[in-house]
């Protein structure tokens, strides 16, 4: 099978599941690549990682560690709403898919939907959806997503 | 305070959460007028309300039971995701409202919306979103939301 990687670069950017141990690879530092987000404290971190760890399959954060620099230069990830439509059915919601500035166009974003979506897929989901901006809707077009409809937000901060 | 409902719609049509007994209320059928819906069986039902009852305040349908005819008439999904970026923030994540045909017009839809909305902010998270379709754009702006990014999807099957 004909790949856009090398193998090289297969083994260098290899998608994972998040491991605790990754806060001190650089994953918080990537998030604010996306957007705000102060320095979480260890203990925070860890906190939050044990609660998302609780939901099992439900909730999956994956990243690509890089394997020349030890740091984690992708991330993404998924998490399962259960239904009563769609006979029970159940959708998995992408969020928070960022690629560190310094490797983006060496298809590591691709990559990462393409683990979320396996993901969904794989325990039982009928549709994947996410949220993202007009400019990156090319991008999400090429990885098999179709637009639908108006995502509306209302904050409270 | 001058509401728009007189005080015997208020008490005709109050939100509450979804109770195991609202299957035989209709709330399956009402379902049915948002998307595919087939019948789900009383074991089903039974099995997917514990499935969320045990995700407590971070999973919450409520329902609005039309005290005149014991009918379910509008419901609403809100769950809480949990992240890392904003300070291991939540967002709430609206899902599946639908008002029943026959009582529209009467501000359910918004009753509704703003229930799911207090819930969220009452927990802590920094927003609430949802997607809509390009007509129920100006309803979702009357309850205080903005248009923000593109809703994307894959179906799988």
Redesign the interface.
Same mark, same amino acid.
């Given at each position: 099978m004909q790949g856009k990687f090398s193998s090289n670069e297969e083994e260098r950017f290899q998608v994972r599941k998040l491991e605790i141990l990754d806060k001190s690879k650089g =994953?918080?530092e990537l998030?604010q690549q996306?957007?705000?987000?102060?320095s979480?404290s260890d203990k925070? =971190?860890q906190?939050?990682f044990q609660?998302?760890s609780s939901y099992g399959d439900d909730h999956l954060i994956c990243v690509i560690e890089d394997d020349r620099s030890g740091k984690i230069v992708a991330t993404g990830s998924v =998490?399962i709403?259960?239904?009563?439509?769609?006979?029970?059915g159940k959708v998995g919601?992408i969020?928070?898919v960022v690629v560190d500035s310094c490797v983006r166009g060496m298809q590591l974003g691709k990559k990462i939907i393409g683990f979320l979506?396996d993901h969904?897929?794989s325990i039982g989901?009928?549709?994947?959806?996410?949220?993202?901006?007009?400019e990156n809707?090319a991008f999400?077009?090429k990885?098999? =997503?179709?637009?639908?409809?108006?995502?509306?937000?209302?904050?409270?901060?």
């Open positions: =994953f918080i998030l996306l957007t705000v987000c102060d979480v925070e =971190f906190q939050r609660e998302l =998490f709403e259960k239904k009563f439509i769609r006979n029970c919601h969020e928070d979506a969904a897929h989901c009928y549709k994947v959806i996410l949220d993202c901006s007009v809707r999400y077009e990885c098999g =997503f179709k637009p639908k409809e108006v995502q509306m937000v209302k904050y409270f901060t």
